[in-house]
C-alpha cells in the first residue's frame, strides 16, 4: 500500500526559509521511473507543481521559483525534503508531495494528505 | 494564472451528464502531451480521476471519461450523483515552461 506523509512546521515567518520532509512507504525512492513531486495549493486557489525528484536523482523546478527551491532525497529514510528559501506571505499554502508514476507520461498517482503552512510573523 | 484554462463552475441535477473542459495550447496539450484528470473534495487530497486522456485507474467508476482533441481535453461525468460534487482539475506538461501545469480548476455543484 502506497502513501505519502508530509511533515514541517505550520507557521514560518517572512524571509525564513522553510523545510518539508515527505516520508513515503509501499515503494522505493530507488525505483525506475518512479519520483516525488512537491505541489502546492494556496487557500482556494488552484494546484501548482513545485518540483520533482527522480531515483537518478534527477531533478526539475517550477521555472518561477527554481531561485528559491531544492529537492533532495535519504533513499535509506525514504523521504524527499523540500527546501523553499526566503518564504513570504503569499508561499502560504497547502503542500502535498505526491508519486509520480510512469504510464506512458508521468503522472500523479498517489498524494500525501498534505500540511497547510501559514507564512506569517 | 494558470496555464491551462478551465471554466470556475458547472453544475448539473442528478441523474445529469455534465463536461469540463480545459484549454491549452500548442506548448501542452496541443504538442501533443497527455491530459491527466484529478478529483479534489474540500479538504483533501487531489486523486487521479483519469490518466493519459482516456484511461480510468482501477476503482474509479465507468460514469468518467476523457477525451482530448487539439488543444483541449474534456472530462465527462454521466449519471451525476452527490458524491461527485468537487474540484476537478486537469494536468499536462508545458515544453516552453520545461514543467507540469494544472488548470484553473472547475468546481462541480449538483443541485
Known amino acids: 500500500q502506497v502513501t505519502l506523509k508530509e511533515s514541517g512546521p505550520v507557521l514560518v515567518k517572512p524571509t525564513e526559509t522553510l523545510t518539508l520532509t515527505c516520508t513515503v512507504s509501499g515503494f522505493s525512492l530507488s525505483e525506475p521511473r518512479v519520483g516525488v513531486s512537491w505541489i502546492r495549493q494556496p487557500p482556494g486557489k488552484a494546484l501548482e507543481w513545485l518540483g520533482h525528484i527522480f531515483s537518478d536523482d534527477d531533478k526539475s523546478y517550477n521555472t518561477s521559483l527554481k531561485s528559491r527551491l531544492t529537492i533532495s532525497k535519504d533513499t535509506s529514510k525514504s523521504q524527499v525534503v523540500l527546501t523553499m528559501t526566503n518564504m513570504d506571505p503569499v508561499d502560504t499554502a497547502t503542500y502535498f508531495c505526491?508519486?509520480?508514476?510512469?504510464?506512458?507520461?508521468?503522472?500523479?498517482?498517489?498524494w500525501g494528505q498534505g500540511t497547510l503552512v501559514t507564512v506569517s510573523s | 494564472q494558470s496555464v491551462l484554462t478551465q471554466p470556475p463552475s458547472v453544475s448539473g441535477a442528478p441523474g445529469q451528464r455534465v463536461t469540463l473542459s480545459c484549454t491549452g495550447s500548442s506548448s501542452n496539450i496541443g504538442a501533443g502531451y497527455d491530459v491527466h484528470w484529478y478529483q479534489q473534495v474540500p479538504g483533501t487530497a487531489p486523486k487521479l480521476l483519469i490518466y493519459g486522456n482516456t484511461n480510468r485507474p482501477s476503482g474509479v467508476p465507468d460514469r468518467f471519461s476523457g477525451s482530448k482533441s487539439g488543444t483541449s481535453a474534456s472530462l465527462a461525468i454521466t449519471g451525476l450523483q452527490a458524491e461527485d460534487e468537487a474540484d476537478y482539475y486537469c494536468?499536462?506538461?508545458?515544453?516552453?515552461?520545461?514543467?507540469?501545469?494544472f488548470g484553473s480548476g472547475t468546481k462541480l455543484s449538483v443541485l
Open positions: 505526491s508519486r509520480m508514476s510512469y504510464r506512458g507520461t508521468y503522472l500523479f498517482d498517489y
Open positions: 494536468h499536462s506538461y508545458d515544453h516552453s515552461l520545461e514543467g507540469y501545469v
